[in-house]
């Protein structure tokens, strides 16, 4: 009997394993370190593409230690990994105040309210 395929993970998932270690270990992880802390059976070598990849995306830094790198989160959480997400998406876009203007357009009445209130924030903090 044949063996079945192994399904593959959504996209997004191994990056956001690797993240999630980085951000629980509150120090720089070599690739060795992240492989050591994620869960499943990923190579040294997996979790040093996704890092790569991480980095090029500006979601991680890097720093020499010896021969390999060390890597920290250059976002401190999910909800900032979001914000980055969407600061990228808008600066692709060469007419931002259109880009801004259909993405206010789209939110519901409770977002835009919160949003006008932040944006109204001069120390920038966030409302209940």
Known sequence: MPELPVPR???GELEA?????????????TPQDVQQ???GDLARTTVATIL???HEKGTVLRTRVGRAYAY????QDTAGLAARRM???LDREPDRSTVLARFVSDLS???ERLLRELLADPAGEETA
């Open 9 to 11: 993970r959504p996209s």
């Open 17 to 29: 394993e690797v993240l999630a270690a980085l951000w629980a270990a509150g120090r720089p992880l």
């Open 37 to 39: 802390a994620v869960t």
């Open 52 to 54: 790569g990849r991480l």
């Open 72 to 75: 920290t989160p250059a976002v």
């Open 87 to 89: 600061r990228t998406e």
């Open 109 to 111: 009445a409770d977002d």
